[in-house]
């Protein structure tokens, strides 16, 4: 099993918006002469949502094992409200999400390696998986 420190080695890609396939639109309802204002929150939600998101890796697969979230019962809740693992390795994931400027999301996400502790009882314990 890979741990968090081979993990961290590998320098992988952190999520943003647009890996992940995130999109807003600014609704064709919306006046003309309110578009450009639209359009300007619209950038700053983005960047909002790439600030919080190079906490995470992109895609919907466990960095570690290769489970697929999208699969039932790939996680599983932890006692934090909203954060979780998956369920094949125990790699720590958040489902609920509220950026900065306060726009929340519900998404299995991956904490991205950079982010996690790696103690040495914790990179044992992985090892010996
Ligand atoms: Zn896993």
Request: with cysteine; charged share 25%; proline share 5%.
């Amino acid at each position: 099993m890979t741990t968090i420190t081979e993990l961290q080695a590998a320098e992988m890609q952190c999520a943003t918006a647009e890996n992940m396939g995130m999109s807003i639109s600014v609704s064709d309802d919306v006046p003309e002469d309110q578009r450009e204002s639209a359009e300007a929150e619209k950038a700053v939600a983005f960047a909002d949502l790439d600030e919080y998101l190079v906490a995470f890796v992109p895609g919907e697969k466990c960095p570690r094992c290769d489970s697929n979230f999208a699969d039932l019962g790939s996680f599983f809740w932890g006692i934090a409200n909203g954060e979780g693992f998956c369920s094949q390795c125990r790699y720590p994931v958040r489902v609920c999400h509220k950026t900065k400027k306060g726009w929340t999301f519900e998404r299995i996400l991956a904490y991205h390696p950079s982010v996690l502790c790696t103690p040495e009882s914790e990179n044992n314990e992985a090892e010996e998986r």
